[in-house]
């Protein structure tokens, strides 16, 4: 209860400091409830059991069985074709396995109501496509989307475009007109403002500069360590994974070639594979 009142005043932007870093909060999640700061002992945010997926008749994803981890920033990683996306799009129902088994905090994904889960587990997709008018209605129409309730819990526009490096100035133009780049931080803004406890992001700096691609994950990082948002992030970029991710799933031809911790990962694979693809980024 206590953890809810903190992070509503923050969102509104009562707390300073936080109104300084432009950061936009977490919907909690009800079972963070009581859990220590770590989560640990907990069941997983999502498990995987056997999880296979077909696309025009070819299998892109084969037998994933994986469990990813609460409050932390899990990197999918892996070539072009890996099913990196295909993965991340299942955990919020975007397309549903053929076979196999998901679960979100201990439950079957298909037993919640998609759009509920959906405003938990927010998708952040590699080509944003904005609504038309301003940024400052892409931003509001993404929290009404969320319901009333959600809208009323909104955060200002104004801290989301902070927390996303775009100046308050750029709700009022059109988000049509803005720059790939510029699009892509409105789409994870528009995210933000419906305060999901988990955010799935797919390359998110895949248009950005070396420079805002660190703002924007500073603030991914923040909202992960400071208000215990859960984030799964597929990037090509190993140094991003490498920096900003605590745990990693290397994926090729729709397996897991490796998955563990980013730090054992890049320092001692354990496979061959994964050892000439991570090197492949140095
Ligand atoms: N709608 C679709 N119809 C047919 N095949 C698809 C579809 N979407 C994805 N695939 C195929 O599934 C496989 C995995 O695709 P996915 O988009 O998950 O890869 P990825 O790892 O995200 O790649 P990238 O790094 O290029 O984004 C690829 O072989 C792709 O061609
Ligand atoms: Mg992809």
Redesign the pocket.
Known sequence: MHFTRRLRASLLGLQPHLRNNGVALARDLPSFDGAGSDGAGLEPLFALRHVELA??G?P?LRDLTLDLPRRAITGII??????????I?LLNRLDDPAAGEITFLGQPLTEYDVRALRRRVAFVF?TAAMFEGTVADNLRVAAELGGKRAAAQAPEVASVLRAVGLDPEYGRREAGELSSGEQQRVSLGRALMTLPGVLLL??PTSALDPETALHLLGTVARLAEEHGVSVIM?T?RLCEARQFTSHCVL?EE?RIVEAGSTRQLFSAASTERARAYLASGR
């Open positions: 696309r025009a070819r892109v892996g070539p072009s074709g890996a099913g990196k996306t295909s993965l799009r590699q797919d390359e597929v090509h994926l729709g």
